[in-house]
């Protein structure tokens, strides 16, 4: 199952990367940047089920990462797959942390992402 330390964990491992903490008011979005340009390519967000257009109360964890353009439509016919939250919704999608999505399948995104932002 993957879930918010898992990605962390990931991220820390594949890349050497260890995410950044830049808003106290929302203190556990964790944005991944590349070293030395400091790029974004991919941000962990705690967010209101009802901000992400799902029934219930709330909130999930969710990865946001840049994907090809080509590939958001069919990656958004996949449950656990929503538009980019607060980002550019042509280039970027939102991922629920919640064991929905494989893991290998979100470390196959988070790659892709890392590839795109370079």
Known sequence: MSSRKAVLSYVAKEF????DYPWAKFPKYAVLRHAGSEKWFGIVMNVPKEKLG????????????KCHPGKVGS??????VLPGYHMNKEHWISVVLDGTVATEH??????DSYELTK
């Open 16 to 19: 050497d990367i260890q995410p």
């Open 54 to 65: 799902l029934a219930g109360e709330g909130e999930l964890d969710i990865l946001d990462v």
């Open 75 to 80: 990656l958004r016919q996949m449950e656990g």
């Open 106 to 111: 979100i470390h196959e995104l988070i790659q």
